[in-house]
C-alpha cells in the first residue's frame, strides 16, 4: 500500500501536466472554432449584404432605363411604368433583405437609410409623374402626356429625375463601402485575434513545458530526497536491529568465552522440562582459583576463553555449549544422541578440558569434575532445580577428589 | 538550479519568444498604408456649409481618412481660400475639395496644389482649371428653373393675371404696367452661381407662363394671331423681371435692396420676389415680414437656413429651392478617396435641387436634406 502511494505521489506531477496541455488544446480548439466561425458569419452576412445592394443597385439601373427611353420618347410609356412598378417592387424585397441582416454598423445603416429615402422619393416622383400623364393623356397620346410637363420632358427629367438617381446610386454606393470597410476590420480584427492565438498557445506551450520540465525537475528531486531518507531509515533500523540484537545477545551470552549464558540456557530448556527426555551434563575446572591467584585474573580469562574455543571446537556440533558460571560449563546435548552416547561424549570433554593449554606462552593443565544426568520429562520443576542437582553429583565429585564425572541419579 | 543550467533555459525561452514574435511580425509585416488626408474648404461660415463640413466629415470617417475643414469668411473671399490652399500644400494633403469664391484668382494656388500632385475636386461650382477632376454641384440653371415653375404657377394663377389673360388681349408688358405683378430678382454677389440661377430662373419662368398659356388656349401675342418666335416671346415677357437690382453679399444688404422696391414707386406691381442664395433669402424675408407683405408677395428663396424654414413656416416665404449640401460633401469626399487611389470618377455629378414648401416640408426627402446627418 505504501508503495501504490509512492508511485501515486510520483505521477502527480505528470497527470497535472497531462490535464492542463488537454485543458490548453480544449480552449486552443474552442477559440479556433470561434474565430472560424466568426469568419464564416462575416463572409454570409457580407455576401447577403452585397447581394441585396446589387439587386436593388441593378434595380435601379432598370428603372432608370426605363425612364430614359420615356424620356427620349421611345417605348410604351405604360409598359414602362409597369415594369417600373416590378423593378421597385424587387427594390423594396431587396430592402426587405438588407434590413434583415444582423449586425451592420450604425454608419452602414445610416448610408443605407439615405439611399431608401432618396429611392422612395424616386418611386413615388415617378408614380406622381405617371399619375399626371395619364390624366392629361387618357388616351394615350404621347404628345398630351408630354405637354403636362411643360412640353420639356429632357428639363424634367435633368432637374427632378436624374438627381435622385446618381445620388441613389452615391448612396448605395457608399454603403457598399462601409459594408467592404466594415468586413474588411472584422476579418482584420479575426485574423488579429488568430495571430494572439497563435502567440498565446505558443507561449502557453513554452510556459507549459518551462513548468513541466520544472514539476519534472522537483519530482525528480523529491524522489531522491524520498529514496534517500528511505535509505537512511533502512540504515537506521538495521542499525537499531544490529543493536538490539547485540543487546538480546549480550544478555544470553558470556561476554568473555563467547558462549551462552545460564539465562540463555533457561530459555532453551524451560520450555523442555514437562516434555523432553534429553542429556545434559555439567562440568568444572578443578581448583582453578589457583590459577587466579598464581598468573592473574587476565591470564585466568585467556585460559577459559582457550578451553571455550577448544570446547566449541571440539563439541559445537553434538551439544549446545553454555558457560553458566566463571568457569563451569553445561553441555545440552542434542535430541539424536543417545545415553550411551552422551557418556562417552562426557568423558571425551573430560578429556579435552583436562588437556593442557598453551596460554600466552604458557601450558597450562588442570583437571576437572563434571556430572551428566540423563533427564526425563517431569524431572524437574524447573532449570534451577535442574542445575542444583548436576551441581550437587558435580561437588560430591569434587570432595571425593575431583577429575572424575558423577551421574545424578534419579529418585 | 545551477547557472549553466538557468542560461540554457533563459536561452529556450528567449528564442521561442523571438519565434513567436517573428512569426506574428512576418504575418503582419505588411507596411500599413498612409492614412489618405483630404482638405474640405468652403465658402462662408453659414448652415449650408456647415451641411458640407457634415457630409464631408461622415464620408471621411466611412472611408477611414483624415478631413482638414476650412471655411472662408464670405461667398468672395478668394484671398482665404488660397491661404487654405497652400496650408494643405504644406501639410502634404491628398486631395482637395473646394467650393470656389473665385475662379480665376485661384488659377495660382490651383496650379501649385497640382503639381504638388494633390486631386482638386469643386464641389458647388466648377473653375475653369484644367486639372479640376469633378465637380460635385446642383445645376444652378436647373435650380432657378425648378424655382421658376413654381414662381410662374404662382403669378398665373393671381386673380390680376387671370383676369389679363382671359381677356383674350393682354400683352406682357400690358400687365406690369398695369401692376398685375413683377417679379423681383434679389440676386448674391457670387457671380458663378447667382448669375446661372437667375438666368434659369427667367427662362423657365417665360417657358411655364408660355406654356401654361397656350394650355388654356389664351392668347397672349395682343390679338396679332400671329405666333410669335421664341426670341420674341422672350422679349414680351422680359419686362416682368426687375432683375438690375444691386447684388448683395449680406442679409442686410439684401434687406435694404429689397427695402428700396418695396418702399418705391413700384412696389404695388412686385407679386414675386426671387432670392438666390441663403443671404439674400433672408434679407428679402425680414423685409417682407416687416412691411406685412407675406402672403401678398410671394417669395422663392434658396437653400435651407434655419431662419429660413421658420420663414417657410411662418408663410413669409413661399418655397425654398434647397440644394443637397450635405452630399456634396459626403461624394465630394468619396470621390476625392478614389481619385487618390487613381479609380475612375464621373466628370460630374449633379446632386439636384428640391422645392419646399410648407405642403412637402415634411416629405421622408424633404426630411432626410434638411436633417442629413440625424436622419
Known amino acids: 500500500m505504501a508503495k501504490a502511494k509512492k508511485k501515486n505521489t510520483y505521477s502527480t506531477p505528470y497527470i497535472f501536466a497531462a490535464i492542463l496541455l488537454a485543458v490548453i488544446y480544449v480552449i486552443n480548439t474552442l477559440l479556433v472554432e470561434r474565430i472560424y466561425w466568426g469568419n464564416s458569419q462575416v463572409s454570409q452576412q457580407t455576401q447577403k449584404t452585397m447581394n441585396s445592394i446589387n439587386r436593388m443597385n441593378g434595380e435601379l439601373q432598370n428603372v432608370n432605363s426605363n425612364v430614359l427611353h420615356v424620356v427620349a420618347g421611345i417605348g410604351d410609356v405604360s409598359q414602362a411604368a409597369a415594369d417600373a412598378r416590378l423593378n421597385f417592387h424587387n427594390i423594396h424585397e431587396a430592402m426587405d433583405d438588407f434590413e434583415n441582416v444582423e449586425g451592420l454598423s450604425d454608419d452602414a445603416k445610416k448610408r443605407y437609410r439615405h439611399a431608401k429615402a432618396i429611392i422612395n422619393t424616386y418611386n413615388t416622383r415617378l408614380e406622381e409623374f405617371q399619375a399626371m400623364w395619364n390624366k392629361a393623356d387618357p388616351s394615350g397620346n404621347g404628345k398630351l402626356g408630354a405637354q403636362a410637363f411643360g412640353g420639356d420632358m429632357n428639363a424634367l427629367y435633368t432637374q427632378d429625375i436624374y438627381p435622385l438617381q446618381v445620388t441613389a446610386q452615391e448612396m448605395l454606393q457608399g454603403t457598399i463601402e462601409i459594408v467592404n470597410r466594415d468586413t474588411s476590420k472584422k476579418m482584420a480584427a479575426n485574423a488579429k485575434r488568430s495571430y494572439l492565438l497563435m502567440i498565446m498557445m505558443l507561449l502557453v506551450a513554452v510556459l507549459g513545458e518551462v513548468a513541466i520540465f520544472f514539476i519534472a525537475r522537483r519530482a525528480k528531486k523529491a524522489r531522491l530526497e524520498l529514496e534517500e531518507r528511505e535509505r537512511n531509515l533502512a540504515e537506521v533500523d538495521a542499525k537499531l536491529k544490529s543493536t538490539r540484537q547485540k543487546a538480546n545477545d549480550l544478555a544470553v551470552m558470556n561476554v568473555l568465552t563467547g558462549m551462552k549464558n545460564r539465562y540463555a540456557l533457561d530459555n532453551d530448556v524451560s520450555d523442555r522440562l514437562e516434555s523432553d527426555r534429553f542429556n545434559i551434563a555439567v562440568f568444572d575446572m578443578d581448583n582453578f582459583r589457583s590459577i587466579n591467584d598464581t598468573y592473574g585474573y587476565d591470564f585466568g580469562d585467556e585460559y577459559l576463553a582457550t578451553v571455550s574455543e577448544k570446547l566449541k571446537e571440539e563439541f559445537g556440533n553434538v551439544a549446545e555449549i553454555y558457560n553458566i558460571t566463571g568457569n563451569e560449563f553445561c553441555f545440552l546435548f542434542n535430541k539424536e544422541i543417545s545415553e550411551s552416547q552422551a557418556m562417552g561424549i562426557v568423558q571425551n570433554i573430560q578429556a579435552v578440558m583436562s588437556s593442557p593449554f598453551e596460554v600466552l606462552n604458557l601450558a597450562v593443565q588442570l583437571p576437572c569434575s563434571g556430572a551428566v544426568y540423563h533427564y526425563l520429562p517431569g524431572d524437574c520443576l524447573n532449570v534451577n532445580s535442574l542445575l542444583v542437582k548436576l551441581d550437587t553429583a558435580m561437588r560430591s565429585a569434587k570432595m571425593n577428589g575431583g577429575n572424575m564425572i558423577n551421574t545424578v541419579v534419579n529418585i | ?375
Open chain 2, 1 to 375: 538550479m545551477d547557472k549553466s543550467t538557468s542560461k540554457k533555459l533563459f536561452r529556450s525561452v528567449a528564442v521561442c519568444a523571438l519565434s513567436a514574435t517573428m512569426l506574428f511580425s512576418g504575418s503582419c509585416g505588411k507596411p500599413k498604408e498612409d492614412k489618405v488626408t483630404i482638405a474640405v474648404i468652403t465658402k462662408q461660415d453659414i448652415s449650408f456649409w456647415g451641411e458640407v463640413k457634415k457630409g464631408a466629415e461622415d464620408a471621411g470617417r466611412e472611408l477611414g481618412c483624415d478631413i482638414i475643414y476650412n471655411v472662408a469668411t464670405s461667398d468672395n473671399d478668394y484671398a482665404s481660400q488660397i491661404e487654405f490652399i497652400n496650408n494643405a500644400i504644406n501639410d502634404k494633403v491628398d486631395a482637395i475639395v473646394i467650393a470656389p469664391n473665385g475662379n480665376k484668382e485661384l488659377e495660382d494656388a490651383y496650379q501649385r496644389a497640382s503639381d504638388a500632385g494633390i486631386k482638386l475636386i469643386n464641389i458647388n461650382s466648377r473653375s475653369d482649371f484644367k486639372d479640376i477632376i469633378t465637380c460635385i454641384s446642383s445645376s444652378d440653371t436647373d435650380a432657378g428653373a425648378v424655382a421658376a415653375r413654381h414662381s410662374a404657377e404662382v403669378v398665373l394663377n393671381s386673380t390680376k393675371m387671370r383676369e389679363k389673360f382671359s381677356s383674350g388681349t393682354a400683352q406682357a408688358k400690358d400687365i406690369v404696367e398695369t401692376g398685375s405683378g413683377a417679379i423681383l430678382i434679389i440676386g448674391h454677389t457670387a457671380e458663378a452661381t447667382a448669375e446661372p440661377r437667375i438666368e434659369g430662373y427667367e427662362k423657365e419662368c417665360i417657358n411655364q407662363m408660355i406654356s401654361m398659356a397656350q394650355k388654356d388656349n389664351i392668347d397672349i401675342t395682343g390679338g396679332s394671331g400671329r405666333q410669335p418666335s421664341q426670341a420674341e416671346l422672350e422679349s414680351m415677357f422680359e419686362p416682368f423681371f426687375i432683375d438690375d437690382t444691386q447684388r448683395c453679399s449680406t442679409v442686410d444688404a439684401a434687406y435694404d435692396e429689397t427695402m428700396k422696391y418695396l418702399t418705391g414707386k413700384d412696389a404695388d406691381k412686385i407679386l414675386t420676389i426671387f432670392a438666390t442664395n441663403t443671404n439674400t433669402t433672408l434679407g428679402v424675408c425680414k423685409a417682407v415680414q416687416e412691411k406685412e407683405m407675406a402672403g401678398k408677395i410671394h417669395v422663392v428663396g434658396f437653400n435651407s437656413d434655419e431662419q429660413e424654414i421658420n420663414y417657410l413656416r411662418s408663410g413669409v416665404a413661399d418655397g425654398l429651392v434647397i440644394q443637397n449640401p450635405y452630399t456634396m460633401g459626403y461624394v465630394g469626399v468619396s470621390y476625392a478617396n478614389k481619385a487618390v487611389d487613381d479609380n475612375a470618377i464621373p466628370a460630374a455629378l449633379d446632386t439636384g435641387v428640391t422645392y419646399v414648401s410648407a405642403d412637402n416640408l415634411n416629405d421622408e426627402y424633404v426630411q432626410l436634406l434638411l436633417h442629413p446627418d440625424t436622419y
